[in-house]
């Protein structure tokens, strides 16, 4: 997907020609491998030139824990790509409680709502030492506005994120506490059965949906049933079986 040597000079010489010099960086460096961008759902009905150019004005970003990207209602003007690490996407309630709607690791993107109406939908926050990728919306607008065929792969993935919602919507009507600690459990242990838990307890209860001692109480019930074992943050799932059931 990358470009190399001259080759590359021209083709982001010629698509910046086309995307005009209000959007030439004062100093152009390319910071960002296009790959990275290439690799994402949402880039992926633009042409390799086209992401080349893009790629040229994003920049990385180094996140320590707890630091904030930006917060729900703030104006929005660029989206992410995660590089290394994990980022919290969360709303908050007036009293100040949180609830984790997303866990953002390495590859996904985030912040795209905001290029269709400048504000954003969410807190963004870093879950441990992290580096983002920034990708400004003025080029990244410009180059859909070339090839607007590739909006459909945009269209496609915040198709996913309403099915996401609505799954998430439906998790709280359908199931208990217990039943979706047990879901999220399976889905933060992916394919394998032991996996370190990547955010802290009271956070695993946000992404629940319920309170930090009735999510340790399901773990605890899972433990005693044999389910699951548990060693400070570090977790085996002992009976995938049961844990699915018990999470439908």
Do not use: H
């Not at 004062?26 to 910071?31: E, F, S």
């Not at 409680?97 to 912040?111: I, P, T």
């Not at 807190?123 to 410009?142: F, G, M, N």
């Not at 009507?173 to 889905?187: C, H, I, Q, S, Y």
């Amino acid at each position: 997907m990358r470009l190399q040597g001259d080759k590359f000079q021209s083709a982001r010489k010629r698509l910046l020609g086309q995307l005009g010099s209000r959007f030439l960086p004062a100093i152009v460096t390319r910071v960002v491998d296009a790959s990275l961008l290439a690799s994402t759902p949402f880039f992926a009905g633009l042409d390799a030139a086209a992401v080349e150019t893009v790629a040229g004005f994003c920049q990385s970003r180094e996140l320590k824990r707890n630091d904030i990207l930006f917060r729900e209602g703030e104006e929005a003007n660029e989206l992410f790509v995660v590089q290394r690490g994990r980022i919290a996407i969360a709303n908050r309630s007036e009293d100040g409680r949180e609830s984790l709607v997303a866990l953002m690791e390495s590859g996904d993107l985030f912040g795209e709502m905001g290029l269709f109406d400048g504000i954003r939908s969410a807190d963004a926050r870093a879950l441990e030492t992290s580096t983002v990728v920034a990708v400004p919306y003025a080029p990244l607008r410009e180059a859909l506005d070339r090839q607007p065929s590739a909006l459909w792969s945009v269209v496609e993935l915040l198709a996913r994120r309403i099915r996401a919602v609505d799954e998430a919507l439906a998790d709280t009507v359908f199931l208990d506490v217990p039943g979706r600690t047990a879901k999220r459990l399976l889905e933060l242990a992916g394919d394998g059965d032991q996996f370190q838990l990547p955010v802290t307890q009271e956070e695993l209860a946000s992404m629940v949906g319920a309170s930090r001692e009735r999510v340790n109480k399901a773990i605890s019930q899972f433990v005693r049933l044999g389910w699951l074992e548990q060693q400070d943050r570090v977790y085996r799932i002992t009976n995938r079986d049961q844990l699915t059931l018990r999470a439908r």
